[in-house]
């Protein structure tokens, strides 16, 4: 039998040796690309915070609603938008997000006040809904069980890869240009690019270069190369199923944990280097990436070492759980951050945590080893809407204890509480990593 590494394999409709297609990789890099997109429209606000609470002369409260008015949306549109990517499919779902929230990124260059601004976010939220849940049924559909975790760590990498490099080219628009700048340049770049996904984007089995080399070793694999859910109908029984099982319970809770300290990064991280570290703009701009970067390292590392274990034999429940818990306990080091006032030693710490988020971050795979086939995409919404539970709460909640204490120590302790929380989760509800079976 040749290794699984090989590139010739046989194929199982034909007598002859087959080279397989690399078809997959292409798809992963495309995941990548739309979620370098699909993070600049969330956290371009954080870039502009400073400036633009400034000149609209918004308060640290007024900001915090703002910063969480993506969240509200985005949390509530999760269920039904795992339910609309199920019946639609990825190709006219991402494709079609993706378009509405760039244009929609594009006309908060033109907001005036904290209404317009505020209700723009929302828009946002909503269009950006069935993002993740994509991302996660593509994976699901194209990649095998062995392959889950890197090609998890190369998409969300594209988080903190439009973040670490691009967020200095947005602080220079800033600086050069003014805010608006900002919103209207990523913005358009998410109209290019949802033209790119609607041309490119197929799932295997329609994919017309991938070959049945390629299809047999993702099937084989435990990819869901058919993927028919679109055709299927969804009871409520089926719905209520996602709420019983201590596996998706528990990864629910976790994912709270794990982006809460995302948030904290993606609101409030520029304004805190700028109130509490009195740095300038152009200097938080360079210094504010290299968290990013450690995140970026991060998530590829957590993605590599849960793909390693798997291949030396490990259990999936060590070899998906073990780099989610240390990520989580890891990132809540964020709080020592209180206890010293030297520049160079916060972005240390910070880089830290963050690192550990990213790490933690390949959290995705659990619902591709855990959500039932025909509820892919629901159960995605489901665990997308609980984790970002923590993109309405985090923004919100330091907003008031910044207003109230006019110091983010407070702040800090909060996030990485809720760190501390979603690792016990991991260790004491989640159990065994098992593919939930419906009745």
Not at 167 to 174: D, K, N, S
Not at 348 to 360: K, L, N, Y
Request: aromatic share 14%; proline share 3%.
């Amino acid at each position: 039998m040749e290794s699984p590494n090989s590139e010739k394999v046989y194929s199982l409709n034909s007598k002859v040796n087959q080279r397989r297609t690399k078809v997959r990789y292409f798809i992963v890099f495309l995941l990548f690309l739309a979620t370098i997109i699909n993070y600049l429209d969330r956290a371009n606000l954080s870039v502009v915070g400073p400036s633009i609470g400034k000149s609209l002369d918004l308060s640290a409260g007024e900001m915090g609603l703002i910063f969480s008015a993506f969240g509200w949306t985005y949390a509530i549109m999760q269920i039904p938008g795992g339910w609309i990517l199920d019946r639609l499919g990825s190709k006219i779902t991402y494709g079609f997000s993706l378009l509405i929230w760039s244009i929609l990124t594009c006309f908060q260059g033109l907001a005036n006040g904290f209404g317009l601004l505020f209700g723009l976010r929302l828009g946002i939220g909503f269009s950006e809904a069935p993002a993740f849940p994509t991302n996660n049924r593509v994976v699901s559909t194209w990649f095998p069980q062995k392959e889950r975790a890197f090609a998890t760590g190369v998409f969300t990498a594209g988080e903190y890869v439009g973040l670490g490099f691009l967020t200095p080219i947005l602080f220079w628009l800033l600086s050069t240009f003014g805010w608006e700048s900002v919103f209207i340049v990523s913005g358009a770049a998410g109209i290019i690019f949802s033209c790119v996904w609607l041309i490119k984007y197929n799932d295997p089995a329609k994919d017309k270069k991938v070959n049945q080399a390629e299809l047999n070793y993702i099937r084989e694999g435990g990819g869901v190369v058919e993927n028919k859910s679109e055709r299927s109908k969804i009871s409520w029984s089926q719905v209520a199923s996602l709420f019983k099982h201590r596996q998706l319970i528990g990864i629910y809770i976790g994912q709270i944990g794990i982006t809460a300290t995302l948030w904290f990064f993606l609101t409030w991280f520029p304004t805190y280097l700028v109130d509490e570290k009195h740095m300038t703009i152009l200097h938080v701009g360079f210094v504010a990436a290299i968290p990013y970067i450690a995140a970026f390292i991060g998530v590829l590392f957590g993605g590599f070492l849960s793909d390693w274990m798997i291949h030396c034999g490990i259990s999936v429940s060590i070899s998906r759980k073990l780099p989610i818990i240390i990520g989580l306990l890891l990132s809540s080091s964020i709080i020592l951050a209180n206890y010293t006032s030297s520049v160079p030693l916060v972005i240390t710490i910070m880089s830290i945590a963050f690192f550990a988020q990213g790490m933690a971050a390949i959290s995705w795979t659990m619902v591709s080893e855990i959500a039932p086939p025909e509820l892919m995409g629901l159960a995605g919404g489901v665990f997308n809407f609980a984790g970002n539970l923590s993109s309405i709460i985090v923004p919100i909640v330091i907003g008031f204890i910044v207003g109230a204490t006019h110091s983010f120590g407070g702040a800090l302790a909060f996030v990485a509480a809720i760190a501390v929380i979603g690792a016990l989760s991991y260790i004491f509800i989640v159990g065994e990593v098992k593919r939930v079976k419906m009745e």
